[in-house]
C-alpha cells in the first residue's frame, strides 16, 4: 500500500521546489506501486467533470496520481470538485493538487487540509539570505559540506535563478569530494564569475580602477548588460551602507535585523574599511546617476556604467 495519503496539497510560488515535491510523491506512489498512472489537468483548459472522470477508478485496476496544477487560477468547476473530493476522497486514486498563492481557490484548500492532506510548502526564494539557505541545504541533503565563501563565490558565479543555482550544486557534490570550498567553485565556475557584475564591484569597491575596469569591459564584452552590472554595484553599496550604520552587533544578529546573510554581512563589513559616509554617499549618488543613463535616460549605457566604476574607485582612494 502507498506510503502517500489520497490527498496531497503542494502550496507556494517556487517553482522549483513545487516541481521537486511532486516528482517526490509520484516516487513514493510508484515505490509499492510501479504502474501507477499519471494524469495531468490543467487548470486554463478544465472542463466540468474532467476531475471525476479522470479520478474514478479504472476497469483495468491500479493506482491514478491525478495532478490538478496551478489551482490559484482554476475556475469555479475545478474548485468545486477539489472541494468535492476532499470531503470524499476516492480508493485507488491519489489527487494532488498545487496552489500557487492568492485567495483564488482558497475554499478547495480550507476542504482539502481539513480532509487530512499531505502539506508540501513551496515558499518563494528571492532574497539573497534565502538563496545562500537554499545552497546550503542542497549541499546538506547530500550530506555534504559547503564553506560560506563557497556559497557566496557560487551565488556571483552562477547569479539567482534557483534552476541555475541547483544545477551547479548538483555538479559540484557530483564531481567533487570533501568539503566544497571557494577554490573549487572558481575553479568550475570562474571564468562566469569574472564575466558577471560581482568581480567588478569588488574591484571599484576597493579602489582597484585597473582591475575594475578589466573585468567590466570583459563583462561587457562577454555579452553581459550594463544594466544588471548597474543594479549589482548598486546592490553592493547599499548594503556596506546599511552594515556600516547598523552597529558592531554579531553577524549572525545583524543579518537578521538587516535580512541578509552572515556572510554579506561580513563581507560588507570588510568592504566598508577604507570608507566613510561622505565617500560612500557620493558612490551611491553616482550609481543612482548609472542607473538613469543605462535604462535609457543617456546616450550611451557603457560609458556611464564606466563613469560610475572610476568615481567609485576615486571616492575609495580619495582621502
Not at 472522470?53 to 487560477?73: C, M, N, Q, T, Y
Not at 496552489?99 to 478547495?108: E, F, I, P, T, W
Not at 568539503?179 to 570562474?190: N, R, T
Request: charged share 25%; hydrophobic share 45%; net charge negative.
Amino acid at each position: 500500500m502507498s506510503s502517500v495519503p489520497p490527498l496531497v496539497l503542494i502550496s507556494g510560488p517556487e517553482q522549483l521546489l513545487a516541481d521537486r515535491a511532486l516528482r517526490s510523491t509520484i516516487d513514493l506512489v510508484r515505490e509499492t506501486e510501479p504502474d501507477a498512472e499519471v494524469v495531468r489537468i490543467d487548470a486554463a483548459t478544465y472542463e466540468p467533470g474532467e476531475l471525476m472522470l479522470h479520478i474514478s477508478p479504472s476497469l483495468f485496476g491500479g493506482l491514478k496520481i491525478v495532478v490538478a496544477r496551478d489551482l490559484d487560477e482554476a475556475g469555479d468547476e475545478l474548485i468545486d470538485e477539489v472541494t468535492a473530493l476532499a470531503k470524499a476522497p476516492m480508493d485507488g486514486a491519489v489527487l494532488v493538487a498545487m496552489h500557487k498563492s492568492g485567495n483564488r481557490g482558497k475554499r478547495a484548500l480550507d476542504a482539502l487540509k481539513k480532509g487530512g492532506a499531505r502539506v508540501i510548502e513551496a515558499p518563494a526564494i528571492k532574497s539573497d539570505r534565502d538563496k545562500a539557505s537554499f545552497v546550503s541545504n542542497e549541499f546538506r541533503a547530500a550530506r555534504r559540506k559547503v564553506t560560506p565563501e563557497a556559497v557566496q563565490a557560487l551565488l556571483d558565479a552562477v547569479g539567482k535563478d534557483l534552476g541555475e543555482l541547483a544545477a551547479a550544486c548538483a555538479q559540484l557534490i557530483a564531481d567533487t569530494t570533501g568539503v566544497v570550498d571557494e577554490e573549487q567553485v572558481d575553479e568550475y565556475y570562474g571564468g562566469k564569475v569574472e564575466a558577471t557584475g560581482f568581480k567588478v564591484a569588488e574591484m571599484a569597491i576597493a579602489g582597484n580602477a585597473g582591475e575594475a575596469l578589466r573585468l567590466l569591459r570583459h563583462a561587457l564584452a562577454s555579452g553581459l548588460d550594463p544594466v544588471p552590472i548597474v543594479a549589482v554595484l548598486a546592490g553592493q553599496l547599499r548594503q556596506i551602507a546599511k552594515v556600516a550604520s547598523a552597529g558592531n552587533g554579531s553577524s549572525a544578529a545583524l543579518a537578521r535585523d538587516l535580512s541578509m546573510a552572515p556572510w554579506q554581512v561580513e563581507r560588507a563589513r570588510r568592504s566598508a574599511r577604507g570608507w566613510d559616509g561622505d565617500r560612500l554617499g557620493r558612490a551611491i549618488q553616482a550609481v543612482a546617476a548609472a542607473d538613469f543613463d543605462v535604462k535609457g535616460g543617456g546616450r550611451d549605457p557603457v560609458y556611464a556604467v564606466e563613469r560610475a566604476v572610476l568615481t567609485i574607485c576615486r571616492e575609495r582612494t580619495a582621502r
